[in-house]
């Protein structure tokens, strides 16, 4: 369903509560860049991008199939939605039933035309993600940023709505493909070469995604940026959590899980939790590449002895590991 057929006449915007303002004196961010730049994100609010405030916005929504509608505005490079993976991936297996679930593009860095917050060319990025990386516990290399630097993230938000088009659920995992490429491997995924790596990697078809992204997929991405403009998104990640009525709680930034249950329980009352298998093998049917922090958000086990775990059984090679600078992911081996 197109996003924008959910929002009706009563569309006013939504006023951020930001449970935090910028710390100047925080040892681990640099406070001349942090203010201004979207691509320079708040470690300590979890958001990416510019808070904007106003009113109190009421999202309708026409579809009845399942209790509550979450609207998610993101971006490929943007370091607080790859913080945000463990909680999103935990509250899929536990209220998967509950929400239907809507990724929307929201345009971080169009170019490198400006040069706001201290920051003026691609290099400035690279020791911020190396904190954010710390900050997270997800593994990020800021590398990327002095080796092969991206010119803009629209190439690969137009290659997502383009995946979007052959399927919902490859989408996904084509996005995931390409931040774990931009993270970890270092990756331009602004290069269509990379672009179709993620793509064949997920199985989707190569040449009808280049198709669509040199056509339709651009209107469709310019579809998101409006709506986000309407709905006053100005950081990622953002997720409104919209019930029948049309009554929407927003979480603003990478939060702990409890906030995103929270606005679930908050727009339906009676939403019931799923119970999970939480065994490795299970997680790795499921998910089949996890960091140490998404492993131990999903299983239950402490951050420690998930690392341990996971080592163990890369060590018996039943999984596969990848070590960066800043952290490591763990794959599941092919069939």
Not at 54 to 79: A, E, L, M, R, W
Not at 89 to 118: A, C, F, S, V
Not at 189 to 218: C, H, M, P
Request: hydrophobic share 35%; glycine share 6%.
């Amino acid at each position: 369903m197109n996003a924008k057929q959910l929002i009706l006449l009563s569309l006013s915007l939504w006023s951020f509560s930001l449970d935090g303002q910028i710390n100047k004196n925080k040892k681990t961010m640099n406070e001349s860049t942090t203010h201004n730049n979207p691509l320079l994100c708040d470690a300590e609010t979890g958001v990416c991008g510019v808070p904007e405030v106003g009113k109190n916005s009421s999202v309708k929504i026409d579809n009845k199939q399942k209790s509550i509608k979450v609207i998610y505005f993101t971006d490929p490079i943007c370091s607080s939605c790859w913080g945000i993976e463990p909680q999103l991936r935990k509250m899929k297996l536990e209220y998967g039933q509950e929400i239907e679930l809507e990724y929307h593009m929201g345009g971080l860095l169009p170019d490198w035309n400006y040069n706001t917050g201290g920051i003026s060319q691609p290099s400035d990025v690279a020791h911020h993600w190396d904190e954010v990386s710390g900050y997270y516990d997800m593994p990020i290399d800021g590398d990327v940023w002095l080796e092969d630097p991206l010119d803009s993230s629209y190439p690969p938000s137009i290659a997502f709505k383009a995946a979007q088009l052959q399927s919902d659920d490859k989408a996904i995992l084509f996005m995931r493909e390409l931040r774990e490429l931009v993270f970890l491997k270092k990756k331009n995924i602004a290069k269509w070469e990379n672009i179709a790596l993620a793509a064949e990697k997920v199985e989707l078809d190569v040449d009808q995604l280049k198709s669509d992204y040199d056509g339709r997929a651009k209107t469709l991405f310019e579809d998101d940026l409006k709506l986000a403009r309407q709905l006053s998104v100005r950081g990622f990640p953002t997720l409104f959590f919209v019930d029948f009525n049309g009554e929407s709680q927003t979480v603003y930034g990478t939060k702990p899980y409890t906030f995103y249950e929270t606005a679930i329980l908050t727009a339906q009352p009676k939403a019931t939790k799923s119970g999970y298998a939480k065994d490795w093998e299970s997680l790795f049917k499921k998910y089949s590449s996890l960091t140490a922090k998404e492993f131990s958000e999903l299983s239950g086990n402490n951050r420690k002895e998930s690392e341990k775990i996971l080592d163990e059984l890369a060590s018996t090679g039943k999984l596969e590991k990848l070590t960066t600078k800043n952290g490591a992911i763990w794959t599941a081996k092919p069939n």
